[in-house]
Structure formats: structure tokens, C-alpha cells
């Protein structure tokens, strides 16, 4: 059924891991973009208040909802 990285994504998350996705979209300048991950879009945010610009490589950190929280590479 896919790789361990979706397996991690779609099933139970562990902060430990971090997988790779790409700006694709800002939805909401400073707050909220959409990334791809894995050939999937997904809603993304951050804590931390980086900023990203399409076509940007980030890191997704955790999932709350239908929401990735990412992080510059």
C-alpha cells in the first residue's frame, strides 16, 4: 500500500519524521499555502511564521486535521 513516508502521512503521525513537499500555491500571504506531497495537495500552515514562495522545497512536521504544518528545508 504505498511506502512507510504515506504510511506515516495518512496513518498514525509521529513528530519525529518529517517529509518533503513543494509550495505550490499561497492561499493566504504569511498564514497558509498549498503543497504537494507525494503527488497529493494538501492545505499547509507553519508555526514558526516563515514565509514561503511557490515552487519553494519545505518539510512537512506534523498534520492537525486536513492541515500540514511545514518548515523551510
Not at 518529517?18 to 503543497?35: A, S
Not at 508555526?47 to 511545514?70: D, K, M, Q, W, Y
Request: hydrophobic share 35%; glycine share 10%; aromatic share 8%.
Amino acid at each position: 500500500m504505498g511506502d512507510s513516508k504515506n504510511m506515516t502521512l495518512f496513518g498514525s503521525w509521529q513528530k519525529t519524521n518529517t517529509i518533503p513537499g513543494v509550495v505550490d500555491e499561497t492561499l493566504e500571504p504569511g498564514k497558509r499555502w498549498r503543497i504537494k506531497v507525494h503527488g497529493v495537495y494538501w492545505s499547509a500552515a507553519t508555526l514558526t511564521g516563515a514565509t514561503f514562495s511557490p515552487g519553494e522545497h519545505v518539510e512537512v512536521v506534523e498534520r492537525r486535521n486536513n492541515t500540514l504544518l511545514i518548515q523551510s528545508v
